[in-house]
């Protein structure tokens, strides 16, 4: 259980530096707006995260109450889709790029409101979250949706954790990123790395 547990905590932070739509986000409304600004963002981004964990839980309890093997079909898709997503990182160039024009001045609430639309609308999360937390289920007597939500809590307080050292220390962040080019590379290594290793786990 605990090794399970570390390893989702480990893959997580993993996923969570490495740069994507929504930490470059918080970012650069951090930079352009301050930090209180970068935090309303996350806050909204990890609130999104809730209601994806919820689907996630009770849609996913149920396949595996009615049907296991459903269950491990599910399983292989996810496997399947994390290494589509390896692929793409794969594809992609490793220059994080980080632009501060034309952003538009929003309230506090207005970037809660962004980041959890953001975060909620995009179904492309609940996909990752059907293929990413079934594969640390850790306990066959805990009940599977306790279980959903504690990888679901942990995986939030993970992201908030990088996401608000992020929007507190954005200009150091930045200047990091400009002074350290090969940073880039090394994170969409790492990122590949851990689809491709989760990916392997389920299969084999």
């Known amino acids: 259980m605990t090794e399970t547990l570390i390893s989702f905590i480990i893959a997580t932070s993993v996923l969570a530096v490495s740069p994507g739509p929504d930490n470059i986000f918080v970012l650069t409304q951090s930079i352009v707006n301050g ?61 994080i790029l980080i632009s501060t024009e034309n952003v538009p001045q929003k309230s506090t609430f207005q970037l809660f409101k962004t980041g959890f639309l953001m975060n909620v609308l995009n179904p492309k999360v609940t996909i990752f979250f059907l293929a990413f937390f079934p594969q640390f289920l850790f306990s066959s007597k805990m009940s599977t949706i306790f279980q959903f939500y504690i990888l679901g809590f942990l995986f939030i307080l993970v992201s908030f954790v990088v996401f608000g050292s992020i929007a ?22 790492a990122q590949i790395i851990v689809f491709v290793a989760i990916a392997v786990l389920i299969l084999i």
């Open 35 to 95: 930090k209180k600004y970068g935090l309303a963002t996350v806050f909204g981004l990890m609130t999104g995260c809730i209601i994806h964990t919820t689907l996630v839980a009770f849609g996913v309890s149920t396949i595996i109450k009615e049907n296991e093997n459903l269950f491990l079909i599910i399983k292989i898709l996810g496997a399947s889709y994390l290494l589509f997503l390896a692929y793409q990182v794969y594809k992609s160039g490793a220059e």
């Open 168 to 189: 507190v220390l954005a200009g150091k962040v930045s200047t990091y990123l400009k002074q350290h080019k090969k940073t880039g590379l090394y994170l969409k290594w």
